[in-house]
């Protein structure tokens, strides 16, 4: 299908018909197709908490095809909407620490300063804190992704199902790679105390060039436990999960995110202004 061309102003006239006093109108700048007609997305605020949706379509008045629209429109609008909010957080994080802490790891150990048994934690240590980068680097790249797809759709001027499913298709990778950035170094979290009591040890000291002197002793069980815990359960619902396949991981929460989905969309219903 050819680009969609967005009639700004009469999307407006629309929207206003169904807007209430002292509120705020969003129109999604992406129409779902039916029937060859386009159908638009539409939420109203007062205050800063949703007061009601609206389906806008400036070419039809078919009801059935109004109540199609809204599934697809949904569940796109959430899932760029998680991607624009919690994946931006996620892909901003700073990690300059971890790579002071890797390069760290890195020098003690080609020091050859250590026995036998702190060589296996160090290493162990060393593979997490470089796993968590690589995975952070993915991350990244999957906001990219993602981010350039909805522009793509926006400049298109409409989604199709296929849009909506790869859309939705980012939240599942976007939880994996946190949930593979924390679960090792939640498993071994007490690796930490090890390296921070050894790192006045005279061989050792030498290699500490950290740019706050306080980075060992944040990344102790003591003082990350809570966090690493915490991050761990939202990605993982709470429940043991590290004996699952990518593809296994993925299905779960899909099935939740669709879950989520299903209640959201029988609340828009409940509150929808039109037809």
């Given amino acids: 299908m050819e680009k969609v061309e967005l009639n ?3 999307l407006i006239k629309l929207v206003k018909k169904h807007k209430k006093l002292f509120e705020h109108y969003f129109i999604k700048p992406y129409a779902y197709i039916v029937n060859d007609s386009l159908f638009y997305f539409a939420s109203f605020e007062r205050r800063g908490k949703t007061t009601g949706y609206a389906i806008l379509s400036p070419n039809s008045n078919n009801e059935s095809d109004y109540m199609k629209a809204i599934k697809p429109l949904l569940h796109y609008a959430v899932s760029i909407g998680n991607i624009s909010n919690d994946g931006k957080y996620r892909a901003n994080v700073d990690f300059r620490i971890l790579y002071e802490v890797r390069d760290y790891l890195k020098k003690v150990i080609e020091g050859n300063v250590l026995d036998s048994d702190n060589c296996i934690i160090y290493q162990r240590s060393l593979d997490i804190i470089q796993n968590m980068l690589d995975n952070q680097a ?6 990219k992704n993602a981010i350039e797809k909805f522009e793509q759709d926006k400049e298109k001027g409409y989604i199709t199902d296929d849009d909506m499913q790869e859309m939705k298709g980012f939240i599942p990778i976007f939880m994996r ?4 950035q924390f679960v090792d170094r939640y498993d071994y979290r007490e690796d930490f105390d090890v390296i ?3 790192r006045n040890n005279k061989e050792i000291k030498q290699f500490d060039e950290f740019s ?5 002793r944040e990344m102790t069980s003591k003082k990350a436990e809570n966090d690493l815990k915490n991050a761990l359960t939202e990605v993982s619902y709470g429940r043991d999960l590290r004996d699952k396949t990518d593809d ?3 299905q779960i929460v899909m099935d939740e995110l669709n879950k989520e989905l299903d209640i959201l969309l029988k609340r828009v219903k409940i509150n929808l202004r039109n037809p």
């Fill in 212 to 216: 706050d002197s306080n980075t060992l």
């Fill in 196 to 198: 921070y009591n050894n």
């Fill in 177 to 180: 790679l946190q949930y593979k």
């Fill in 8 to 10: 700004q102003e009469k």
């Fill in 248 to 250: 296994q991981y993925d």
């Fill in 138 to 143: 993915r991350l990244i790249n999957t906001y």
